[in-house]
């Protein structure tokens, strides 16, 4: 079959890929030339072109579509496009994210867990592979740790052939993963929790992107969520997980240094414990992980043993080292609920806390007053770069604002242009035995290159003020 994809974007780069794979006769259009992409999305390109698609780059005459069967378009293509029109009245094939989901739930063919929610997505993907792997599987994880664009990372594994290597998949999903493969079956379905995020891509409402999640309720033979989203779910059957005092199918709690977790579920019931040396968040994920082994069916020794040998993942929660008597901490905490959880766990040492946080918006703008008020209840020192890691785009207004948002609180307060002066500073206005800590999206989104830059500018620091 001969298909056109219309636009190279992140929902037409994958489709494009898969159809490729898949056999059919593949080409990719777009208006902009390819030096008008970023230089991540050319590399993809021209690994895509090396693949056998065919580029058409700085085009946009829908006119000069000819012999061909399918075309798919781009979501972010204007509905009134001129393309649009001539497909109507061609009466062209359109393929929709259905027909590609199709096709990547045909090609991959073992079990798949997905994991969705707006908090926890991707410690708890890869708390659930590791409990997995510990149980003898070989285990095929995507997440964002792999890339930014989650669909891309899941082609471009398709393509490496890791559903062939692999006896189960275990999915980070994403809303614009899921709208792409929204046909994709999954074994178990895990929803983490549903906070208000991403909403400027939901026309601001909340509803939108909580039906964008929901997707995941068709697609899941089995379905586990947080107790935190039964009134969303209580139409569906779903096995709940919770850490609070509520009444649900699997509960979890710490005691002594020890997770342990009661389970009731398909006519199995039991509890155990096992050594849990993690903090924060991690907890709660590890439940979750908990929650989607037991709903598999993996035994109670697999679990444990899993959740016993987890050590945590780069950029969450992580503790970097003693500097001149500071303890130095990155995580990459950026939703107002995932910061206090964050934060919380910090509050508790009588530390003073000094905390560096990088451009909150990444591609995707949010309440920065909001989360410098949260920044301000909690930290001394409060250091906001105006970078943002994800765009490479520098914004002091970003920074300004979090600063604003914390104008009633007593820290001090400073903005900088990089993490490198932030990391300077932060050893400047801070005295040994104070926490320093990282949190931002760009903990995730560039990873190495900020860690780098921030532990290049306490090392400055650690010289300049020791």
């Not at 930290?379 to 970078?387: E, K, L, N, R, T």
């Amino acid at each position: 079959m001969k298909c056109v994809v219309i636009g190279a974007g992140n929902a037409g780069r994958p489709a494009a890929r898969i159809l490729n794979y898949a056999g059919h006769q593949v080409q990719i259009t777009d208006e902009k030339e390819m030096e008008e992409f970023p230089e991540n999305v050319q590399k993809t390109l021209k690994k895509m072109e090396g693949e056998g698609v065919n580029l058409q780059l700085g085009w946009d005459d829908p006119t000069n579509i000819e012999d061909v069967d399918a075309v798919y378009i781009s979501p972010n293509i204007p509905k009134n496009s001129p393309i649009r029109h001539y497909l109507i009245d061609n009466e062209l094939k359109l393929l929709i994210n259905q027909d590609i989901s199709q096709i990547v739930d045909n090609t991959i063919n073992i079990d798949v867990i997905g994991v969705t929610g707006t908090l926890g997505k991707t410690s708890t993907t890869h708390i659930i592979s590791d409990i997995f792997e510990n149980a003898g599987y070989k285990v095929w994880t995507c997440s964002s740790l792999s890339g930014n664009l989650l669909s891309e990372v899941i082609v471009d594994g398709i393509i490496s052939g890791y559903h062939l290597k692999s006896d189960i998949a275990v999915l980070e999903l994403p809303h614009g993963t899921i709208r792409l493969l929204s046909e994709l079956k999954l074994k178990v379905g895990l929803i983490t929790n549903i906070y208000s995020d991403h909403l400027s891509e939901f026309e601001g409402s909340l509803e939108k992107y909580t039906k964008r999640k929901m997707m995941i309720i068709g697609s899941s033979e089995i379905l586990v969520s947080s107790s935190q989203c039964r009134e969303i779910l209580n139409q569906h059957k779903t096995l709940y997980y919770c850490s609070q005092g509520s009444v649900c199918d699997i509960y979890g709690y710490l005691k002594n240094g020890d997770i342990e977790i009661k389970y009731k579920i398909k006519g199995r019931e039991g509890d155990f414990k096992t050594e849990f040396n993690l903090r924060g968040y991690y907890f709660e994920n590890s439940v979750a992980a908990a929650a989607v082994a037991l709903a598999y069916g993996l035994k109670e020794e697999s679990i444990k043993h899993g959740l016993n040998k987890f050590k945590g993942i780069p950029g969450h929660l992580e503790y970097i080292g003693n500097y001149s008597g500071r303890k130095i901490h990155f995580d990459a905490a950026f939703v107002p609920e995932g910061i206090i959880s964050t934060l919380k766990q910090f509050s508790q040492d009588e530390s003073d806390l000094v905390i560096l946080i990088d451009n909150p918006d990444s591609t995707n703008p949010r309440d920065k007053l909001e989360i410098g008020k949260i920044l301000g209840e909690y930290a001394q020192v409060i250091i906001a770069s105006g970078y943002n890691e994800t765009t490479g785009i520098l914004d002091m207004k970003s920074a300004q604002e979090v600063l604003e948002g914390a104008k009633d609180s007593k820290a001090v307060k400073i903005t900088t242009e990089n993490m490198i002066t932030a990391g300077e500073y932060a050893i400047k206005n801070s005295k040994p035995g104070d926490i320093i800590l990282h949190i931002g999206p760009g903990a995730i989104t560039n990873y190495e290159d900020l860690k780098s830059k921030m532990m290049r500018g306490i090392e400055k620091g650690c010289k300049k003020y020791p």
